[in-house]
């Protein structure tokens, strides 16, 4: 039996509507209007003589051999971008010796570097994570080649790549009091979610306390997931067992948060152009509420972009 040969376009729009959860939201990932990808999906399961999604006026998900190929179609994009990239681009080879922030996607991160190491088996990388300010004097002491960080008022250097909407979160049953003082997670000082908290609270003339102190992003997630107190993160960080405090009197509105590279114009540069271009191709099919920064070209000058105003406040409360 012959079997229809796939179009490497029609697999691409439907991996795109899987991982964005819509037309509207895969159209900008592909580059098509939307109708044009709900035609190609219509093309594919009409090929496949196969329901891929089931459709409602409210919902969109995958139907039982959807989800069974969804996993072929990844494979099947991975190795034809693999093989047209073998071919128009030279295989990039060498150590890689690359920082990147906790704040940095932290449930996507672990499956992209995977997918990268396959993609590109002879760049080794040599991974260290931690917080954006251990980075960066990793960076200058030489210690590192790329650092993707947050950048913050001390930082005003690097290419963004990344932007996400700061929220107040809390664990799932948090009940605020409205007379009393915010119970804030904070990170040790210097750190920016540290000030964003306390200049916003302060300029809406609210009490808070320090309930918790920790040294790391993931002490403050277990911290806040355990019901100490509420604290400021990227969207991202938000997961099952935790919500978002929306903005009100009680909760003053959030800035934008931006992640940067720096280092991506050194001597490496033939290695970290190749990881920037996936990070950025990967994720922007996928963004869960974050923006990704359109890239610059590769060898343009860099323009510092101050950060989003905060409101500014004389009274602080509780000791730190």
Known sequence: MRYPDLEIDLVRAFVAVAEAGGFTAAAGAVGRSQSAVSQKILRLEEMLGRRLFERTSRSLHLTRDGEAFLVSARR??????????????PAPFGSLRLGVAEDFIPRQLPALLARFARLYPQVQLELRTGLSCELLEAYD?????????????????????????LV?????????????PVPLVLL????????????ALDGARRDWFAACTASSLMGVHAAVEGGLGVTVLGRSFVQEGMQVLEPSDDWPPLPMTEIVVIGDEGDGA???????????????????????????????????????????????????
């Open 188 to 199: 040790c000082p210097p750190c920016t979610y540290r000030e964003v908290m306390v200049r």
């Open 270 to 320: 033939g290695l970290v152009r190749p990881l920037l271009s996936f990070l950025t191709e990967s994720l922007s099919a996928s963004r869960n509420g974050a923006e990704l920064a359109a890239p610059a070209p590769f060898s343009r000058a860099v323009r510092p972009v101050a950060p989003g105003p905060v409101a500014d406040g004389a009274r602080r409360s509780g000791i730190v």
């Open 141 to 165: 002491a030489g210690a590192l080649d790329v650092v993707i960080a947050k950048r913050d008022g001390r930082a005003q250097r690097g290419r963004v790549i990344w932007r996400e909407p």
């Open 76 to 89: 099947i994009i991975e190795l034809n971008d693999a093989t047209v990239r073998s071919l128009l681009e």
């Open 168 to 180: 107040w979160m809390a664990a799932s049953g948090f009940v605020a009091d409205p007379e009393g």
